[in-house]
Every structure is written in C-alpha cells, then in structure tokens.
C-alpha cells in the first residue's frame, strides 16, 4: 500500500514533504546553501525513513517522478528565500541514467525561473560507476552552469578516478571521517588531504557531519570553509528556513 502511494506524483504532497539542512560559511558562519531531504509527511502508522522511501521509489521504478517532484519542490520553496543562497538537490543513479534528465532539471529552472548557478546537484559515485551515459547527462547539466557536487566523497571504491573523468564543482567530505577528524591521527591527516586536493584541483570543499565544536574546530584549523552538520543546522521544514535567514540579517 505504501509502495502504491510513492508511485502517484499526484499524492507526494500528501505523503511526503522536503526539508532543508543549511550549508554554512565556516569563517563567516552564514548560510550558504539548502540541502533539500525527503521526510514521510503521511500517516504514522505507515511511517518510512527517507531511505526507504528513496530505495522503495527505485525499485518500483518511481523514482524519475519522485526525484522531479523533489526537485520543483526545492525550487519553488527556495524561491521564497533571500537570493543569497544555493538550493541542493540530491540525485539517484536510476535518476541519472533516463535521458533526459538534464532536459527535466533545465525545465524546472525555468518554470520556477531560477538561474542555474543556484542549484547545486548531488551525486555519489555509485550514481556514475561505469555509466557513461550518466557522466555524459551530468556534463549536459554542468554545461548549463548548474554545479555538481559529488556526496560523501571517500567513501566509494573510485573516487580519484571519478575526479579524473569529470569535473565536480565540489566535494562533500563524507561525515564518517569527519566524525573522527578530532581524535583519530589517520582520519585527521585524510581530511586534511581531501581539503589539499580541493585547494590543488580548485574544487570547492565541504565537511558533512559537523556535530561537535570540536570537530569544528578541527575543520577550521585545518582550514576547510564550508561545513553541514547537526551542530551548525538539523534538516528543518522550509518556513524554519525563512525564518533563520531573517534572523541572520
Ligand atoms: O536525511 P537522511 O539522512 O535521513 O537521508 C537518508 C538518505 O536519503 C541520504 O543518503 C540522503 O541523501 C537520501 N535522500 C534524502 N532525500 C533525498 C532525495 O530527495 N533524493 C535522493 N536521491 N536521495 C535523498
Ligand atoms: O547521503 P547524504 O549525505 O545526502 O545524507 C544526508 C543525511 O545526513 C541527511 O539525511 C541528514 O539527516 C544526515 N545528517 C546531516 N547532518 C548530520 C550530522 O551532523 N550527523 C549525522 N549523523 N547525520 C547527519
Ligand atoms: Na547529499
Ligand atoms: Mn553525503
């Protein structure tokens, strides 16, 4: 039943809702950018995690109406914001390889009449692995001046290799070694590694998973700008958005 209510595009309102983590300026502690994450909005008996909901869409085959649902969503709730700010988006392999996606993103651009340098789309390696067709609707994409972030970068099996074949606007450091920057020798020299290859490549740098003010502290020191995290920002509904950026002022 939970499956049918995720393949109607028409009832998404109904069952899910789109909040938003902040991506903040590390020196100025400014907000950024938005990450946009799917949340159940539906009845708490048929509860499912984001993941769920995102796996259950990619099995059913859903997930091209789903992620351009998400994607409007973003747009339109961005729209309202201060124009200071990026909105991110996240990406599904499957999402990645109809074609024709680049041609769904250039037409949600227009119809919420946003500029393309304010969306930021989030990919992980496992989206782009032996997919040629995938890089080359990313490129398409890229092309339009839309940036590319590859997601939880280091995690994956190929990521120097992604790097040499496509080039990301960003990296976003996964939270998994961010979490020990503080009190691990080897996570601490990677991180600072990460950030080195950033500078040298001129991509820019993200560190997920800030829970901490050590781990911000860290960061800082080791002279990474942007972090996402608990500490700096929970996922939050989009009117909470307005008002911190109101507030920030
Ligand atoms: O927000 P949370 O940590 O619960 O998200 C769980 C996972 O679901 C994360 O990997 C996140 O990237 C993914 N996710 C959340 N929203 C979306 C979305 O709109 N599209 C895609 N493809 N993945 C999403
Ligand atoms: O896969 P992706 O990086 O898109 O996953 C994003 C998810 O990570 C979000 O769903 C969000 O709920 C979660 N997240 C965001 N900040 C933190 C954090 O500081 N700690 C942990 N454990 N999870 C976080
Ligand atoms: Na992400
Ligand atoms: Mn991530």
Same mark, same amino acid.
């Given at each position: 039943?939970?499956?049918? &209510?995720?393949?109607?595009?028409?009832?998404?309102?109904?069952?899910?809702?789109?909040?938003?983590?902040?991506?903040?300026?590390?020196?100025?502690?400014?907000?950024?950018? @938005?990450?946009?994450? =799917?949340?159940?909005?539906?009845?708490?008996?048929?509860?499912? &995690?984001? =993941?769920?909901?995102?796996?259950?869409?990619?099995?059913?085959?859903? =997930?091209?109406?789903?992620?351009?649902?998400?994607?409007?969503?973003? %747009?339109?709730?961005?729209?309202?914001?201060?124009?200071?700010? #990026?909105?991110?988006?996240?990406?599904?392999? #499957?999402?990645?390889?109809?074609?024709?996606? &680049?041609?769904?993103?250039?037409?949600?651009?227009?119809?919420?009449?946003?500029?393309?340098?304010?969306?930021?789309?989030?990919?992980?390696?496992?989206?782009?692995?032996?997919?040629?067709?995938?890089?080359?609707?990313?490129?398409?994409?890229?092309?339009?001046?839309?940036?590319?972030?590859?997601?939880? @970068?280091?995690?994956?099996?190929?990521?120097?290799? %992604?790097?040499?074949?496509?080039? @990301?606007?960003?990296?976003?450091?996964?939270?998994? @070694?961010?979490?020990?920057?503080?009190?691990?020798?080897?996570?601490?020299?990677?991180?600072?590694?990460?950030?080195?290859?950033?500078?040298?490549?001129?991509?820019?740098?993200? &560190?997920?998973?800030?829970?901490?003010?050590?781990?911000?502290?860290?960061?800082?020191? %080791?002279?990474?700008?942007?972090?996402?995290?608990?500490?700096?920002?929970?996922?939050?509904?989009?009117?909470?958005?307005?008002?911190?950026?109101?507030?920030?002022?």
């Amino acid at each position: 039943k939970k499956m049918r &209510a995720l393949v109607k595009q028409d009832t998404y309102a109904e069952t899910l809702t789109v909040h938003y983590q902040p991506m903040v300026c590390l020196q100025t502690a400014k907000d950024y950018c @938005f990450e946009a994450l =799917i949340r159940w909005n539906g009845s708490k008996s048929e509860y499912m &995690a984001p =993941i769920d909901i995102i796996q259950a869409a990619e099995q059913n085959g859903s =997930i091209g109406s789903l992620g351009n649902w998400v994607l409007n969503q973003a %747009l339109k709730d961005h729209q309202g914001w201060d124009g200071t700010t #990026r909105i991110a988006v996240n990406v599904s392999p #499957r999402q990645l390889g109809n074609s024709g996606f &680049a041609a769904q993103v250039l037409a949600a651009l227009h119809r919420w009449n946003l500029p393309p340098e304010s969306l930021e789309l989030e990919v992980t390696e496992t989206a782009l692995l032996d997919e040629s067709a995938s890089i080359a609707e990313l490129r398409k994409i890229k092309e339009l001046g839309v940036q590319i972030a590859l997601d939880d @970068f280091g995690t994956g099996y190929s990521s120097l290799t %992604l790097l040499q074949h496509f080039a @990301f606007d960003k990296l976003k450091i996964d939270r998994s @070694f961010v979490k020990l920057v503080d009190s691990d020798t080897l996570s601490h020299e990677i991180v600072g590694s990460v950030l080195e290859l950033g500078r040298k490549l001129k991509i820019e740098t993200i &560190a997920e998973g800030i829970e901490t003010e050590r781990h911000l502290a860290a960061m800082k020191s %080791l002279g990474c700008n942007m972090g996402q995290g608990y500490l700096l920002g929970k996922p939050m509904p989009k009117q909470h958005v307005a008002e911190r950026l109101l507030a920030a002022e």
